[in-house]
């Protein structure tokens, strides 16, 4: 006899991040590694392989930092772009989905976009940021673009990747000297 009993929904745990404070609401596992390397690739589709937009030659006495590094998939293909001495660094509140081994040049550490390390001011000359609309709130912005800001050396360059609406998403690539754009790019009061 066929029961008329619905079966009931199979819902697979799924693992997420435990940063303090944090709010962010996507999960840090395997099958979240597989969408965003879709997602890198879809991108990277998007933009004819470009993913460097900045205007900036990295060069020697240069350093590169991600934002919400993930699986590191963008600094990973920066640094096979690049000069093999240039320091990468990846950071992200997780570190679940960091690559089990990177390129010797990139370090990867757990740390927040609201709060960089202190030692970090005027270091980079390029800081990369993208997707994190579902990780920080309307008032952790202007605190995350001055700390980018303060990191980046005088003259470097943000490029920042967010969605204007789902499935729209723009990638954008800021000078340092022209700092207030930033605010007025994400309708934010400056700091
Ligand atoms: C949607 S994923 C994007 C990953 C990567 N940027 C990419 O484009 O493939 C967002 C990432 O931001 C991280 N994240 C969320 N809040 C953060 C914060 N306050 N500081 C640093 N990383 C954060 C998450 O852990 C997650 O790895």
Redesign the pocket.
């Known amino acids: 006899m066929v029961s008329n009993v619905p079966l009931p929904i199979e819902h697979v745990a799924r693992q997420h ?1 435990a940063y303090p404070g ?1 709010q ?1 609401t ?1 999960p ?1 596992d395997d099958e979240e590694l597989q969408r ?1 390397t879709l ?2 690739q879809i991108l990277k589709e998007i933009y004819e392989n470009r993913i460097l937009l900045a205007p900036v030659h990295l060069d020697v006495n240069d350093a590169v930092l ?6 590191g ?2 600094i990973m293909d920066l640094a096979k772009s690049v000069n093999t001495s240039i320091p990468m660094f990846g ?4 570190s679940r ?1 960091f690559p089990v081994s990177p390129r010797k040049q990139i370090e990867f550490r757990v ?4 709060r960089l390390p202190a030692e970090w001011t005027n270091t980079f000359s390029l800081v990369h ?4 609309m ?3 709130q309307r008032s ?1 912005w202007p605190i995350v673009l001055g700390e980018i800001h303060r990191v980046l050396r005088p003259g470097g360059w943000v490029q920042l ?1 967010e969605s204007a609406a789902w499935g729209e998403i723009i990638l954008e690539s800021l000078a340092w000297r022209n700092s207030q754009q930033w605010f007025e790019a994400y309708a934010l009061p400056a700091i």
């Open positions: 991040q944090s962010y996507l840090a965003l997602q890198h991600e934002i919400g590094t993930g699986p998939l963008w950071i992200d509140i997780e989905m740390e927040s976009a609201t940021q993208r997707l994190l579902a990780g920080l952790d990747g």
